[in-house]
């Protein structure tokens, strides 16, 4: 067989050459150890016979890093203007400006769907060809085969909101928020007198959607609250979605609570506009309260209460812990979880209690 021209080769004429996929010789370029010693032998022959020597890569096989960190954005398929989306933009930027300050850059991925095949393959490539030191993933459900193959191959990763029961590797770097806010949400509007309590609740997929819920759940049975299944609605940590189902619960309800919890302010916003669309006043007719205080709750009519998270603290953390385990490998088990606290605005009020 007549060698090619060792200009023009690369990684996916040696798989085709090989008979396997690009992703396996990308596996083997990168020293990676998931692969059979008979494939590993082949593949690494064939780069010697035709002279093979992978750009991407050069700097992984030199033993240098990329100084640069994948970033893994789920904004979900229910979010259909993700351009206009502050928060996640925000999300973001608190990420990129952390890893600039410690050296690093960002490869930004959006990613609708994360368990569609080419997107799988397409986040697969980007850690095995060595283009990033390691990846950040944020909005994902709570279990994603991608995430554990790679963190189970021995990449880096740091996961915003995950439950990872009884495992306890050093590679996954997790930060969630508190378990609690949720149960002082409804601790606050039995203060102000509230006993009937609506429950519109986010992505029980996502680990956050379901420990807001158990937390909900917790907070009603403290105080012997009924939680009436007509009044849960699950439209996701989407305003959209969220105000569809607000506007189908006023349309059939004839039982209206006296307080709602939202389980993300993006929750609030909607349900707040479905309310006022229907000639209900806030608080007047009904308090409601969110949560993560996020852009322009402050400036809504009336400001929404909420809990309050500094993003820019958990996610910089996040993103520094990262870059700490790249540039200096280690066994510390890192899970932090960060607190929210109570900002009271207009959107609840005091009712009389008789």
């Not at 590797?169 to 009937?196: M, Q």
Request: glycine content about 8%; some cysteine.
């Amino acid at each position: 067989m007549k060698s090619k021209d060792i200009k023009s080769i690369n990684s996916t004429e040696i798989a085709k050459i090989a008979g396997l996929s690009r992703s396996t010789v990308s596996r083997v370029i990168n020293q990676h150890p998931n692969v059979k010693g008979k494939t590993r032998e082949k593949i690494l022959n064939l780069i010697e016979q035709y002279g093979y020597t992978p750009n991407l890569s050069a700097r992984v096989l030199a033993g240098k890093r990329a100084d640069t960190i994948g970033l893994f954005f789920v904004p979900g398929t229910n979010s259909p203007n993700f351009a206009g989306d502050t928060q996640a933009d925000f999300m973001l930027a608190c990420i990129a400006e952390a890893a600039s300050q410690n050296g690093f850059l960002t490869l930004t991925n959006i990613v609708r769907n994360i368990h569609e095949p080419e997107n799988v393959k397409r986040i697969r490539d980007i850690f095995y060809e060595g283009r990033i030191d390691a990846g950040i993933f944020i909005g994902c459900p709570d279990q994603v085969p991608i995430i554990e193959e790679l963190v189970a191959s021995g990449f880096i990763l740091g996961i915003l909101d995950q439950n990872p029961q009884g495992r306890n590797e050093s590679n996954r770097i997790i930060v969630n928020y508190d378990d609690g806010s949720a149960e002082k949400a409804v601790d606050y509007l039995v203060s102000l007198g509230h006993r009937r309590i609506m429950g519109i609740h986010g992505d029980l997929k996502r680990y956050n959607g379901l420990q807001k819920y158990h937390s909900f759940l917790r907070g009603m049975e403290k105080h012997d609250l009924e939680v009436k299944k007509e009044w849960q609605l699950f439209p996701g940590f989407q305003h959209l979605s969220s105000y569809s189902m607000m506007e189908d619960f006023l349309n059939r309800s004839k039982e209206l609570p006296t307080a709602m919890f939202c389980a993300n302010d993006s929750i609030a916003w909607g349900v707040m506009d479905a309310l006022k669309k229907a000639g209900l006043s806030i608080p007047g007719d009904l308090s409601i309260i969110g949560m993560d205080d996020s852009s322009f709750s402050a400036l809504l009519s009336p400001p929404l209460t909420t809990f309050r998270v500094d993003f820019q603290e958990v996610l910089g953390t996040l993103t520094k812990k990262v870059i700490e385990h790249v540039a200096t490998p280690s066994d510390e088990l890192v899970r932090i979880a960060f607190e929210s606290d109570l900002v009271m605005r207009g959107s609840c009020r005091t009712i009389c209690v008789w």
